[in-house]
C-alpha cells in the first residue's frame, strides 16, 4: 500500500542553523509534492509545490529537492528563527484527473533562541 | 488568512448522533475537498466536491456525505457517530487550473465524540 514518511521525532535546532526535514515514499509515483506548515489546532497552509520532473525550488529561506529515483523529498528552511517553529507536511498528488492530497503525518520542527 | 472559513470552530456530540460542518470557499473557488486529521497524524482525504458533483473519493465508509451549493459553499455530515470519529475536520477549497491545485485550508472544526 502507499505510504508516505516523515521523521516522526520532533527536530530541535538553534536559530539560525539550517532545519532540514525528509519525507520519503514507497508505492506512489506522485506527479507532484506540496509542503505545508501546520500550527497547532489551525489548518495547512501552503509552502512550496515541486513537480517531478523537477529537481529543486526555492522561495525565500525554503528549498525543496525531490528525487524520484529515491522516492525521497528533502525540505531545508535556512537561517531558521523562532518563528518558524511549527509541523510540516509533506503531501503528494497524483495525476488522478483531481487534485487530492494524501499527507505524511509531518514533523515538528523546534527552533530555539 | 486563505479566505476559507468554517463552521463550527468547535463541536461535542455523543456516539450515535449525527453532525453537520459546513464550509465556505475562497473566493473564485469551484472545488472544496473534505479531510480528517486525527491527533498526530496527517490530514486523510474524505471527499471532493466539484461544482455540486462528488469528483472522488477516500476510504471512508457511506455515513460521511456531503453537498456542495451553487455558491460553491459545502457542507460534510456524519451519521451514526463513532468516538474514532473524534477528529479535527478540514475544508479546503482550490480553483482547477489543469495542473495542479494548490489547496487553501480552513482553520478546521475540532469535533469531539463522547
Known amino acids: 500500500s502507499q505510504k508516505i514518511e516523515q521523521n516522526s521525532e520532533a527536530l530541535n535546532i538553534q536559530e539560525g542553523k539550517t532545519a532540514t526535514l525528509t519525507c520519503n515514499y514507497t508505492?506512489?509515483?506522485?506527479?507532484?509534492l506540496q509542503w505545508y506548515r501546520q500550527d497547532p489546532g489551525r489548518g495547512p497552509v501552503f509552502l512550496l509545490l515541486?513537480?517531478?520532473?523537477?529537481k529543486e525550488k526555492r522561495k525565500e529561506r525554503l528549498k525543496v529537492t525531490f528525487d524520484t529515483t529515491l522516492k525521497q523529498s528533502l525540505f531545508h528552511i535556512t537561517a531558521s528563527q523562532p518563528a518558524d517553529s511549527a509541523t510540516y507536511l509533506c503531501?503528494?498528488?497524483?495525476?488522478?484527473?483531481?487534485?487530492?492530497?494524501?499527507f505524511g503525518k509531518g514533523t515538528m520542527l523546534l527552533v530555539s533562541p | 488568512e486563505t479566505g476559507v472559513t468554517q463552521s463550527p470552530t468547535h463541536l461535542i456530540k455523543t456516539r450515535g448522533q449525527q453532525v453537520t460542518l459546513r464550509c465556505s470557499s475562497q473566493?473564485?473557488?469551484?472545488?472544496v475537498s473534505w479531510y480528517q486529521q486525527a491527533l498526530g497524524q496527517g490530514p486523510q482525504f474524505i471527499f471532493q466536491?466539484?461544482?455540486?458533483?462528488?469528483?472522488g473519493r477516500g476510504n471512508f465508509p457511506p455515513r460521511f456525505s456531503g453537498l456542495q451549493f451553487p455558491n460553491y459553499s459545502s457542507e460534510l455530515n456524519v451519521n451514526a457517530l463513532e468516538l474514532d470519529d473524534s477528529a479535527l475536520y478540514l475544508c479546503?477549497?482550490?480553483?482547477?487550473?489543469?495542473?495542479?491545485?494548490?489547496?487553501?485550508f480552513g482553520p478546521g472544526t475540532r469535533l469531539t465524540v463522547l
Open positions: 479546503a477549497s482550490s480553483a482547477p487550473s489543469g495542473a495542479t491545485d494548490t489547496q487553501y
Open positions: 508505492n506512489y509515483s506522485p506527479a507532484y
Open positions: 515541486i513537480r517531478e520532473n523537477e
Open positions: 503531501a503528494l498528488e497524483g495525476a488522478s484527473g483531481y487534485s487530492t492530497l494524501t
Open positions: 473566493s473564485g473557488h469551484n472545488t
Open positions: 466536491y466539484y461544482r455540486e458533483e462528488e469528483n
